[in-house]
């Protein structure tokens, strides 16, 4: 189960930022996911309450944004959404599509005490 490494990652840039910016606990983490990241959100969320436990982010609510995927058609030449990170143009059904977003992972914004 990757998430749990995810999960210790985040929490440790909190304790980094904790650290840096001198606050002392974290109401709320607004993460955002990308939809092509391979990241369930649940299994994150579960992760986060074990590994935040005795850290600045125990007890954090965790907000979970779903960003959308995206990528580049060199068949048509544009943007197209994409729901998997292979998948075909919905447009013209080519299979030369770059990602071009919905795989991120990062801590979009943070409310602490
Ligand atoms: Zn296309």
Redesign the pocket.
Known sequence: MHEMALTESIVDILSEEARRQGFGRVRVVRLEIGALAHVEPAALSFCFDAVARGTVAEGAALDIIRAPGEGW?L??GKT?PLTERFGA?P??G?RR?QMTSGDELRIQELEVD
Do not use: E, S, T, W
């Open positions: 058609c068949d048509c197209v143009c447009d013209c080519g599509v």
